[in-house]
């Protein structure tokens, strides 16, 4: 798949070193130190050879039609989805694997697609009990490998679980967080995104959470030899309801803020309309003077009473105004207008107002300072 090419092979296909480095700017894609992806049909007669290495006609076609439209250049959606399948290649082409060896951490992340933001390029990173080396292209760390391994893709690699976990300590607490609800999320409710959002979320899907935390998280804490009572307390706090990273790392922001009592993904009713979803609404203190609205909350936790205003969180990325342009800014100002008649407090952060706690909590506080009454046990990690 995907036209791997190794440089043993190319030689003995006819290619010199020169001929392949002359073909990187043209047909030829290179992964790692001595392996290569064709990428293209090349035109050029000195690089027909190539053609005898194409097994993955739509790793082809899918090159083409971004020379084409030229959409790499400018969405970077895509080009971070396009650079994250490459570290996949490279990962699973790698030549030189030892025996024992199993891919972890950054590396295992990237096999389990656990979305993670601004992480360098680096070496391999592989685990293996009985060696410890670097090189530009793999770095092995030595640790028992028996536990917490799995096939795949065709590649020895710690679980999903266990590589979320490893992350609390390379990438930082909220990065492990985000991974932590990506793993548990995909366990609950699968991996089609489109599915989730047409069937909406089971009645009883938070009632599955203890269990399923246990299930995935208890094995890879107890063999932890570092780090476990931080992971711990993440662990207890994961959800399958954060829909992106941004808002998974929303929801730890709240945590440490000491804001535990909200809710995600709440559907907000105009009537008998469907108006809008919510990705956090919190409850402020009650106030005699609060309008009414007419929220449609889970039946454990519903502040439609009269007398709590409810403060409305949304994390936005920029990709959906890319795709849906004025549309779905006219929408949204339409909807954010009807939230506050019906009496909600309405905050909309940017990616980048989530991704440092200061940030946040200044904008938080200054646009909804009732919640500060509300702050009790700060998460500290």
Not at 49 to 72: S, V
Not at 206 to 222: K, N, T
Not at 325 to 346: C, I, P, W
């Amino acid at each position: 798949m995907f036209n791997i090419a190794y440089y043993q092979d190319l030689r003995a296909a006819g290619a010199s070193s020169a001929l392949i480095r002359e073909s990187l700017e043209c047909c030829l894609l290179k992964l790692g130190r001595g392996v290569y992806s064709v990428i293209r049909r090349c035109v050029n007669a000195r690089h027909l050879m190539y053609a005898q290495f194409i097994d993955d006609d739509e790793w082809i076609r899918y090159h083409e039609e971004q020379a084409e439209r030229g959409q790499q250049a400018r969405d970077p959606a895509l080009q971070a989805r396009y650079r994250e399948h490459l570290n996949r290649l490279r990962i699973l082409s790698y030549p030189s694997y030892r025996s024992g060896d199993a891919v972890w951490g950054i590396s295992a992340a990237y096999l389990h697609r656990i979305r993670m933001f601004d992480v360098p390029r680096g070496p391999i990173t592989v685990i293996n009990p009985r060696d410890s080396s670097r090189t530009a292209e793999i770095e092995r760390r030595r640790r028992p490998t028996c536990d917490d391994v799995e096939m795949h893709e065709g590649a020895v690699t710690t679980t999903a679980a266990r590589t979320a976990v490893d992350l609390i300590s390379l990438l930082g607490p909220a990065a492990g967080f985000a991974a932590m609800e990506q793993v548990l999320r995909r366990h609950l409710l699968g991996e089609d995104e489109d599915l989730i959002f047409r069937l909406g979320y089971p009645p009883q899907l938070m009632d599955d959470v203890p269990g399923a935390v246990d299930e995935l998280f208890a094995g890879p804490l107890s063999r932890m030899t570092r780090g476990s009572v931080r992971a711990k307390k993440l662990a207890k706090l994961v959800s399958p309801l954060s829909e992106s990273y941004a808002e998974s790392r929303t929801s730890l922001l709240l945590h440490q803020l000491g804001l535990h009592e909200f809710v995600q993904q709440v559907t907000v009713f105009d009537g008998r309309k469907q108006l809008t979803r919510l990705d956090f609404l919190l409850k402020g203190p009650s106030r005699l003077d609060s309008a009414d609205g007419d929220g449609s909350l889970p039946a454990a936790r519903g502040p439609g009473a009269r007398g709590e205003p409810r403060v409305a969180l949304y994390v936005d990325g920029t990709q959906k105004y890319a795709d849906g342009g004025f549309d779905t800014m006219n929408k949204e100002s339409r909807q954010h207008n009807r939230l506050l008649a019906m009496g909600y407090k309405v905050i909309r952060f940017k990616f980048n107002e989530v991704m440092s706690l200061f940030t946040f909590r200044q904008k938080l506080f200054s646009q909804a300072p009732e919640l500060k009454q509300l702050c009790d046990r700060h998460l500290l990690l």
